[in-house]
């Protein structure tokens, strides 16, 4: 049985809400009017007095959290020999849909966060998401057959993050083999060949704790990556009475190690003189500085040196966007640097990709020898864990003064809010619908310059079109702020499961989102994007995850333009016109405000986050706006581009 994780009162987040509502400010309180008596409490549903019984959770829900996890000792089946190892090595949340009963099960019963969704593939991505803001190893679990190959979409963005994703499966039986029983059609770990780190079908039962252990020393060591493992029946199932009857049944401590590679001083000696000769050199802060809890180091060595700091990755914060090192939203600025130090950035970028000139010279640190040279040449590479390398350049790099180059970078911020601005006025003229620029300042303007702290909100930043209006204003000011969710491999439509992760990780407090636990979170999608994880919704709502979904809602994919001059061919890439994602949010148990006006927005942004802080029920905006929008010459400014990395990064 899957289990809701157990809240603890907290007087700092009834203190928080009380001042959140209150400077909500009289446009919102007027905005709620006659919705009051919903969002103080009433199911979005039918009321009983209409005859119909109102959406309720489970009274199991409760049950399960009550109960008190159960430590395994032997005899042990081998699923329980896995939970036992996974709870050990503090693994923080699992994420699944019914099947792979005894393993599931197993993990759910050793006191691991459980959290059962409708779709497995959306729960693999909420894995992924949840890894992607902690830090910490999540579960992702799967049935053979279909529900496994559901997953594929998820294990590939994961791949593409360089997460390090648990991925476990049932598989067929070993006794019914090349039989074609049932759907146990085929072994599973060629459909993930090249989108993992390490894979194994365990066959031999009495090596299910050895090769857990494989699992983990690939997940906790070096560049990380998905680890899949699959379980026929006969090793799951399978009882063993005592160690004598396991292979390799040792302590964590005994078959991996947490120790890491450090710099050689000599290539430290090399990169501080090098900085030295710079004069305008700038940092690269991607997933690995994350993994590695770098940003101490990070920002220890980038005040001291005066060298500016842009974000790429599949999770930002890093370093905060309020210092005035920050080059994440001063684009116009990356083609003046001079030397880029690349911390972290597991996934290179080609010649070109990056926005920096030609003429920039290289250094990259990593923890992959055999990695630093593809895509990208580079002029030095520095061979360490992250955290190592950015505290030795910390110690050494002696204090310096960047002053003009970082008065380039203000300059550069300041053009690029100044387009912003123009944008959002632009957008505000468009008053048949609401403009993707009004969306996107709105919001920023809720999260980051009002009555909310602005380093309290995580975000699940997704969507096509409108993350290239929205992204530009996200901030990050602290660790894990911001998951990015079109890393790399650009998946449509796995925003709302990204958001059950996200929501899952700051519901527990788990890593750096523990100062903020229980807080709501905000999603940002797409209606293509949100046809295809929507009904995790009802996963939102029977575990009262706090989570604001703004859904741009423009009628049609982010492609139609390239078949608007083909009459045949453009229904493809056409939805019906107006549709209400707000009711499907009431009928899966959460609350809906459907925007068509630009002054519609705020108050609506407002009362959706009251709702999800007040009740923990997720809140669908549906914004509608019109797929014209993206025709530049019609509307402008139409659809922007990107520039990678800082804000502006989609892929990177």
Known sequence: ??????????????????????????????????????????????????????????????????????????????????????????????????????????????????????????????????????????????????????????????????????????????????????????????????????????????RVHEYTGYAFRQLKSGVPGPVHLDFPSEVAAARFKDATELESFYDKTRYRTDSRPHPSPKDIATAIDMIRKSERPIIVSSNGVFYARAWDALKRFAEKAQIPVVESGAMKGQFSDASPLSANAAPTALASADLVILAGQHCMPTVGEFAF????????????????????????????????????????????KHDAWVAEIAAARKRFEDQNAEYYKLGLGYTDAIHPAVIAKELADFLYRGALPKEQTTIASGGYGIARYVRRELRSYRPGQVMNGAYQYGAIGPDVGYAVGVAAAVQLGVGPQAAYRGHPIVCITGDAGFGYTAMEIDT?????????????????????????????????????????????????????????????????????????????????????????????????????????????????
């Open 1 to 206: 049985m899957t289990r809701r994780p157990t809240r603890k009162p907290d007087v700092s987040r009834r203190t928080f809400l009380q001042k959140a509502v209150a400077g909500a400010g009289a446009t919102a309180a007027a905005a709620l009017g006659g919705t009051a008596a919903r969002a103080a409490g009433e199911s979005a549903a039918q009321s009983p007095a209409s005859g119909v019984a109102p959406i309720r959770v489970p009274a199991e829900f409760a049950a399960g959290s009550a109960a008190a996890p159960v430590r395994f000792e032997f005899p042990m089946t081998g699923a329980q020999v896995f939970a036992r190892a996974c709870k050990e090595e503090g693994v923080a949340a699992l994420f699944a849909c019914p099947g792979n009963y005894p393993v599931v099960h197993a993990l759910a019963t050793s006191g691991i966060p459980a959290f059962g969704g409708r779709h497995e593939g959306s729960m693999a991505h909420a894995a992924d998401a949840f890894i992607r803001v902690t830090g910490e190893i999540a579960v992702a679990s799967g049935t053979e057959g279909p529900g496994f190959t559901d997953m594929i979409c998820a294990i590939a963005c994961a791949n593409a993050a360089r997460t390090p994703l648990l991925v476990v499966a049932s598989n067929m039986s070993i006794g019914q083999e090349d039989t074609e029983s049932g759907i146990q059609l085929g072994y599973q770990q060629p459909t993930t060949e090249g989108l993992k780190k390490y894979g194994k079908r365990l066959i031999i039962p009495r």
């Open 357 to 400: 000139g030609p003429d920039a010279r290289y250094i990259r640190i990593d923890q992959a020898h055999e990695d630093i040279g593809r895509n990208l040449p580079i002029d030095l590479g520095i061979v360490s864990c992250e955290l190592a390398a950015l505290e030795a350049l910390a110690d050494a790099v002696p204090a310096m």
């Open 540 to 652: 939102m709502a029977k575990y009262k995850m706090p989570v604001v979904i703004i859904v741009y809602n423009n009628n049609a994919w982010g492609t139609w333009t390239q078949a608007q001059r083909e009459p045949r061919a453009l229904p493809i890439h056409l939805f019906q016109e107006n549709l209400r994602y707000d009711k499907l949010a009431e009928a899966l148990g959460g609350h809906g405000e459907y925007v068509t006006r630009p002054a519609e927005f705020r108050p609506a942004l407002a009362r959706a986050y009251q709702v999800a802080a007040r009740e923990g029920r997720p809140a669908v905006i549906n914004c509608q706006g019109k797929k014209e929008f993206w025709d530049r010459a019609t509307y402008p400014p139409g659809s922007l581009g990107k520039i990678e990395p800082g804000v502006m990064s989609y892929y990177h």
